[in-house]
């Protein structure tokens, strides 16, 4: 053996050290980019866009909703499911629907019966929390 072949030779414990390295590298990739789609502020759907924000007021949710031309839709279903039984809503004339929460984390929110936000491991991940209140502003694409 050459005196380079023994000096660039690398030990089955040093390998089996990088292969683990890499592979717990890699895990943490995806582990923080599953956590950030699931904390994200903006969630785009065949039926509408919502932007998620805070209101203020604690375990309150206000939900507006409005058309692609920026016009408040009247009479729009709106329901949130929280722990617990899901608090359903009609839209005003403004558009505006205002709900009260029993407890803090927001799992899903639908639109007229469809699914629009799904966060199942809102409890989890402490997002999105109606503990400060939230704001859905809806933008219905159809």
């Known amino acids: 053996m050459s005196k ?3 000096m660039t030779r690398v030990s089955p414990a040093r390998r089996i050290v990088v292969a683990v390295g890499l592979v717990v ?3 943490t990739i995806v582990l923080l980019y599953w956590c950030s789609m699931q904390m ?6 065949e039926t509408a866009d919502v932007t998620i924000s805070a209101l203020g007021e604690p375990l309150k949710v206000l ?3 409005q058309d692609a031309a920026g016009k408040p839709v ?6 949130v499911q929280g722990v617990g ?3 359903h809503g009609t839209t005003d004339a403004k558009g505006e629907c205002a709900l009260a929460l029993p407890q803090a984390p927001v799992f899903a929110l639908t639109l ?3 699914k629009i936000l799904d966060r199942p ?5 402490r997002n999105p929390s109606a503990s400060n209140g939230l704001r859905f502003k809806i933008t219905k694409k159809r």
């Open 4 to 6: 380079l072949d023994e």
């Open 25 to 27: 590298c890699s895990l």
């Open 40 to 45: 994200r502020a903006h969630e785009y759907t």
């Open 63 to 65: 939900c507006v909703v």
């Open 74 to 79: 009247a009479g729009a279903g709106i329901s």
């Open 85 to 87: 039984e899901a608090v």
């Open 112 to 114: 007229d019966g469809a």
């Open 121 to 125: 491991y809102a409890d989890w991940l």
